[in-house]
């Protein structure tokens, strides 16, 4: 719940939600100062959170630091499955004009079981979930890919931070 694995460029490899800053707009944060629009994180609870499996944290607190720009962050809640598909699919129905929130929903539900038979937080249900921040004039909720709908503007500076999950 705490952070991923990315490619290995010298660093450690992993990052930690201490990484991406306190807050927006917090200085020697590393990640999430680019303009990055969306990231799907398809990989194991990143998104745990209370809410949905005692134990699983806030991820107000862990990743609202990575919102300097990003729209939203979407990912899973729970010990999830490898695959090859995910990517495949979210493009393909992001494609045909489903926004980018339930083109991953559906695609997780497709993939993944809704159980993984692990202990809270990290299951028994397989959860996908997607974080989002807004302010007036800025809700990304219903971003679609460019070029297949509308996309929020950046939403720098949140007023508020959103989440939603539902078992696969």
Known sequence: MNGWVLANTGGDG???????????QNPGD???QNDLEWTIIAACGPLQ???????GGDIFERWGGAFDGLHVLMGYGGITFDNTDEGRKVAQYAKTGSSLIDSW???AQEIQPSTNGAEA??????????M????DGADPFSDHAWNHGSVSADPESPAWYAAMWTTC
């Open 105 to 107: 929903f559906r695609t």
């Open 132 to 135: 989002w921040v807004g302010k």
């Open 14 to 24: 992993f990052l930690n939600f201490s990484e991406t800053g306190a807050s927006p």
């Open 121 to 130: 937080p990290d299951g028994p249900g397989v959860w996908v979930g997607a």
């Open 30 to 32: 590393l990640w999430g």
């Open 49 to 55: 959170d209370d809410v949905i499996s005692p134990g």
